[in-house]
């Protein structure tokens, strides 16, 4: 995928008047969704708690061939303030094939808290692709759910509380797994890819959601909380470096990372209850509160 530019924006209407909105659906049903009518496009995006849509359009030779979004809106979960924060990326099928743009869309939400320094932030996600999985993994410090790391009582109880304010608890097959609103366009090469894959959370993935195609997705609940933010930042800086003899990450599924699974769950709780928190969603998710 050869980008030429990107152009950034801040939405804050969901009308058919705003330019940049109608241009969000454009490339929006044209990645993600062929077909989609705007009504149902608006509802998608559409909320009274809605704060911002922060949108990065991508062009290359002067068309536009992508984008990267994140919404973020204010409601309340458990009578508890919660801003959840949405994300939604794509790329027209003859761009796809380049890495995705993980830094820019993580940096998102890294403005997002910095300007909330002190609040408790949960991002989560309905993936559907189980490439799309691996990468979270691959670069979060902390998720769940994930191989070899302990899910307690405390985030099953998240986990539902979040499907019943997305009005997706019904639609549970098997915990964390959700048949999701519309059919995500997988592409023939990822599905080969994800089926041929030998890599360890993809096969993870598979083995609690195989029937992936059939418009299933993972719940995945990602706690932003300054530990993890370093962890992921390693992560990423690590990949963006490439591998350095000083760098000794930890083996996944080993002592270390099982030790660390019930700090992770005690992190995942440890903020005052005045704070917020987030919920990130991406590309394949329920419409907030109306």
């Excluded at 152009?7 to 044209?30: G, P």
Aim: proline share 4%; aromatic share 14%.
């Amino acid at each position: 995928m050869q980008t030429t530019s990107m152009r950034n924006c801040i939405i804050t209407t969901c009308e058919s008047d705003c330019k940049d909105f109608m241009e969000l659906y454009a490339i929006f049903t044209a990645t993600l969704y062929p077909g989609m009518s705007f009504r149902k496009f608006r509802a998608f995006y559409y909320s009274k708690s809605l704060d911002y849509i922060d949108v990065t359009f991508m062009y290359s030779a002067g068309r536009q061939i992508g984008f990267y979004a994140a919404a973020f809106y204010r409601t309340t979960i458990s009578d508890r303030p919660v801003v959840i924060g949405r994300a939604a990326t794509g790329v027209l099928p003859g761009e796809r094939g380049g890495k995705l743009p993980v830094w820019s869309l993580y940096a998102k939400y890294m403005r997002y808290k910095l300007r909330h320094p002190l609040a408790g932030i949960l991002l989560t996600a309905y993936v559907a692709n189980p490439l799309v999985y691996a990468m979270i993994c691959k670069y979060t410090g902390i998720v769940y759910p994930r191989l070899s790391v302990d899910v307690n009582g405390e985030i099953i109880g998240l986990k539902d509380s979040i499907l019943q304010h997305g009005n997706l608890k019904e639609r549970e097959l098997s915990p964390f797994v959700v048949k999701i609103h519309f059919k995500v366009q997988l592409g023939e090469d990822i599905i080969r890819r994800s089926l041929e894959s030998n890599n360890v959370f993809v096969r993870y993935y598979l083995s609690i959601n195989p029937h992936f195609q059939e418009q299933n997705g993972v719940l995945t609940i990602v706690p932003v909380t300054w530990e993890n933010v370093l962890r992921s930042c390693a992560r990423l800086t690590k990949a963006w470096c490439g591998k350095n003899k000083w760098w000794r990450s930890r083996p996944a599924g080993k002592a270390g990372e099982k030790a660390g699974s019930a700090e992770q769950q005690e992190n995942l709780y440890n903020f005052p209850k005045q704070n917020h928190r987030a919920y990130y969603d991406e590309a394949v998710l329920s419409n907030p509160e109306q």
